[in-house]
């Protein structure tokens, strides 16, 4: 069964804390990227990956980090400098990220809420 | 910079009518075009691709549409059903051939009620 799981499903953090989001995909899919959702915005880009061991900033990436050590994984932690956390966080990959014709295959979803 | 809006932000219809969702953009150096939906608390999945060389796409009863010159794209549902509730969210691939990025709208939440 080909897909994209994220983990915990639902993740709740104190305050000062850093917290590390799971993303795994086993559809042999060169990028990767990580998306914040908040009530009434659309997704906003916190950091893609083209290729293992790479990546770039996206538009909101401060208070957050990634590492792309493994294909299949795209870990995205969380800082305590991270202002306003609480947010639901998808996870997507596509093919190359390169090509035009790439659509992007999106993970469940993480909802994150800073106690 | 480029600017997705989708309008309205909700939406209700009784079951059976055809329906269109809005989304228009600021830039019109787009390379495609991309609809979603969105369940409550899920993630996205894809609905229909359009190239910027295209005019439009058919899905079943979706059918999209794009025009760059004027910004805009249309989601055309026929025959809405129940299970059309969703929000509906268009993203636009803006930037290089290499490094582009998709811009998303804010959504429209479709109720379609028996």
């Known amino acids: 069964d080909g897909g994209i799981t994220q983990s915990p499903k639902y993740l709740f953090r104190k305050e000062g804390q850093n917290v590390t989001l799971s993303c795994e995909q086993n559809?042999?899919?060169?990028?990767m990227y990580w998306y914040r959702q908040d009530p009434g915005q659309g997704l906003r880009l916190i950091y893609y990956s083209q290729i293992v061991n790479d990546f770039q900033k996206g538009d909101i990436a401060e208070g957050y980090s990634v590492s792309r050590e493994k294909k299949e994984s795209f870990p995205l932690t969380v800082t305590s400098a991270q202002k306003n956390p609480t947010a639901f966080y998808l996870c997507?990959?596509?093919?190359?990220?390169?090509?035009?014709?790439?659509?992007?295959?999106f993970g469940p979803g993480t909802r994150l809420t800073v106690l | 910079k480029q600017e997705v809006t989708q309008i309205p932000a909700a939406l209700s219809v009784p079951e059976g009518e055809n329906l269109v969702l809005n989304c228009s953009f600021t830039d019109s150096a787009i390379y495609n075009l991309q609809w979603f939906r969105q369940d409550p608390g899920k993630g996205l999945t894809s609905l229909l691709l359009i190239q910027s060389s295209q005019r439009e796409q058919t899905s079943g009863r979706l059918n999209a549409s794009l025009d760059k010159s004027s910004g805009r794209s249309t989601l055309y549902i026929a025959a809405s059903q129940p299970g059309d509730s969703a929000t509906y969210l268009c993203a636009a691939l803006h930037g290089s051939s290499n490094t582009g990025k998709l811009i998303f709208g804010q959504g429209t939440t479709l109720q379609v009620k028996p």
């Open positions: 559809l042999n899919h060169d990028a």
């Open positions: 997507a990959s596509s093919i190359s990220g390169i090509a035009l014709t790439d659509t992007q295959y």
